[in-house]
């Protein structure tokens, strides 16, 4: 598995490095996102979609778990912040949406459990000040 570390020193930073991750997307790419209330989630997101073509205005799905934004392909960005019981998975059949046409963002995928993709790339955000993140990608191998 290959591992990067960057440190961004900004919002506009940050977006602007996954920009370039978005414009790399390919059908089926899943992004796993790790990070405390506040790390930055959901600027990736925006990054991400950016560079895919998107320019939606993306914000956090938080009360409706999924919201779909049309592109060159599909955006599917997940909030699983009120998941809290692998069983509510069950008849949420997400699992098509990760395996299908499209990219997948998903902001607190930890709450996911095991049932996220092997080939998930795994982003862990750390908050180092108002400004400054730590961020770890973890790209699968494929």
Same mark, same amino acid.
């Given at each position: 598995?290959?591992?990067?570390?960057?440190?961004?020193?900004?919002?506009?930073?940050?977006?602007?490095?996954?920009?370039?991750?978005?414009?790399?997307a390919k059908k089926?790419?899943?992004?796993?996102?790790?990070? @405390?209330?506040?790390?930055?989630?959901?600027?990736?997101?925006?990054?991400?979609?950016?560079?895919?073509?998107?320019?939606? @205005?993306?914000?956090?799905?938080?009360?409706?778990?999924?919201?779909?934004?049309?592109?060159?392909?599909?955006?599917?960005?997940?909030?699983?912040?009120r998941i809290e019981? @692998?069983?509510?998975?069950?008849?949420?059949?997400?699992?098509?949406?990760?395996?299908?046409?499209?990219?997948?963002?998903?902001?607190?995928?930890?709450?996911?459990?095991?049932?996220?993709?092997?080939?998930?790339?795994?982003?862990?955000?750390?908050?180092?000040?108002?400004?400054?993140?730590?961020?770890?990608?973890?790209?699968?191998?494929?």
């Open positions: 598995m290959k591992k990067e570390t960057i440190v961004t020193h900004s919002a506009e930073e940050t977006l602007e490095f996954f920009r370039e991750i978005g414009r790399q089926g790419a899943v992004f796993a996102l790790h990070g @405390d209330l506040g790390a930055g989630k959901t600027i990736i997101a925006k990054g991400i979609a950016l560079g895919m073509g998107i320019g939606d @205005d993306i914000t956090s799905p938080t009360f409706t778990l999924l919201e779909s934004y049309e592109g060159p392909l599909p955006l599917y960005h997940f909030d699983l912040y019981r @692998d069983d509510e998975f069950d008849n949420l059949f997400f699992e098509e949406y990760w395996e299908g046409d499209g990219v997948a963002v998903i902001e607190w995928a930890g709450n996911a459990g095991n049932r996220l993709p092997e080939n998930s790339h795994r982003i862990l955000i750390d908050y180092i000040d108002e400004n400054t993140r730590s961020i770890t990608i973890e790209y699968p191998d494929l």
